[in-house]
């Protein structure tokens, strides 16, 4: 791969494009030509970047025909079913953040932090875990490695950024006053709705299960028994995550916050005394995932409690992409 790649960007004005836009700048992303991409009814709209404007392209069969060495994805699931395979045709290196092609054998699911390696063996598509699961990988490596994990039960408190800029909407205008639901089958105002993408035939959402699957796919490791109920939460930014592990060996508390605290990406925050713990406005803007409440789970044999906080849009999802793309030149 060349140090400088043409650059592609699909889903440019949409929630998670700006984001990718605003952290490829931030991150000086080294690029020799830069395609901005989205529906028809952006096509023309300007969008300026590093001081230089774009025009923003529609998406077509025939936008992988020009010279392009990375394109990072994220306009929905069908978008990239469609073109993500247009675009490894053409040689392309497509970094995906949506959930199209996660669980296909033939594409690494890639947390730099945890598993840069399967980077390697990409055959055109690259997939960007979802957003709950790659902030619950980043501390749960460093325990695997160490005290190999059994069992591992999530509950989630998301945040309406997920849902893109409708569930923002329909908490703004709740909170006003307004139970409009655009992104949601309740009102998300004053309320905590179990129920995040849709219905599975076993009762999970998919949700839910993408966090199972994606876990163990990331992690190398399918004996890992994982359950998880995911809550969609009236707030803005961040995913809040209460994580309880089952750990195979004993372990002290303090060598976890050491190993949480050294490990890439991980910042322990964990001083219950002084009232030090992630928060959702806290985490909200940054890239690091935060960790608290580190305490040991009594009701087992090397039981352990997590609180992890973390920028959805951010390491959930432009951040991590970026990484990815960062991986590929290097
Ligand atoms: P557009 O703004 O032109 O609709 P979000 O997740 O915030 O809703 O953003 C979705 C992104 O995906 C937007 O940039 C959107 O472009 C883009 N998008 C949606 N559908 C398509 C499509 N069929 N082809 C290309 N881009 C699409």
Redesign the pocket.
């Known amino acids: 791969m060349k140090k400088k790649p043409n650059l592609a960007l ?8 700006t984001t990718m836009l605003k952290v490829l700048e931030e991150r000086d992303f080294p690029f020799e030509n830069l395609y901005l ?6 096509a023309g709209k300007t969008v300026t970047f590093k001081g230089e404007n774009y025009i923003v392209e ?2 077509t069969e025939h936008s992988f025909d020009k010279p392009i060495d990375i394109a990072l994805f ?3 699931g ?2 990239s079913e469609k073109y993500a395979p247009i675009a490894a045709s053409k040689g392309v290196t497509v970094v995906d953040n949506s959930s199209a092609w996660r669980m296909d054998p033939k594409v690494p699911l890639v947390v730099p932090e945890v598993n840069p390696q399967d980077i390697q063996w990409n055959q055109g598509i690259i997939a960007n875990p979802n957003c709950s699961t790659i902030q619950a990988v980043l501390p749960l490596k460093p325990l695997h490695d160490k005290y190999k994990i059994k069992r591992v039960i999530y509950s989630t408190y998301q945040a309406v950024s997920g849902s ?2 409708k569930g923002i909407e329909d908490l703004k205008q709740g909170l006003a006053g307004n139970d409009i639901m655009k992104a949601y089958s309740h009102p998300i105002a004053g309320n905590c709705l179990p129920h995040i993408d849709s219905f599975l035939e076993n009762g999970y959402t998919k949700e839910e299960m993408k966090m199972v699957n994606e876990t163990m796919k990331i992690l190398g490791d399918d004996s890992i028994r994982i359950t998880a109920t995911t809550v969609r939460v009236p707030i803005f930014d961040c995913h809040s995550e209460s994580i309880n592990v089952e750990l195979e060996k004993p372990f002290e508390l303090e060598e976890v916050k050491e190993l949480l605290a050294s490990f890439p990406g991980c910042v322990v925050l964990d001083d219950p005394a002084n009232n030090v713990y992630p928060l959702a406005r806290q985490a909200a803007g940054k890239d690091e995932v935060f960790v608290g409440r580190i305490r040991r789970d009594f009701s087992v044999e090397n039981g352990l409690n997590l609180w992890v906080v973390a920028d959805n849009i951010r390491k959930g999802a432009a951040t991590n992409a970026v990484q990815i793309a960062e991986l590929l030149i290097k």
């Open positions: 699909v889903g440019a004005t949409g929630l998670v494009g991409m989205a529906s028809a009814k952006s529609e998406l994220s306009a929905g069908a978008t893109g800029a």
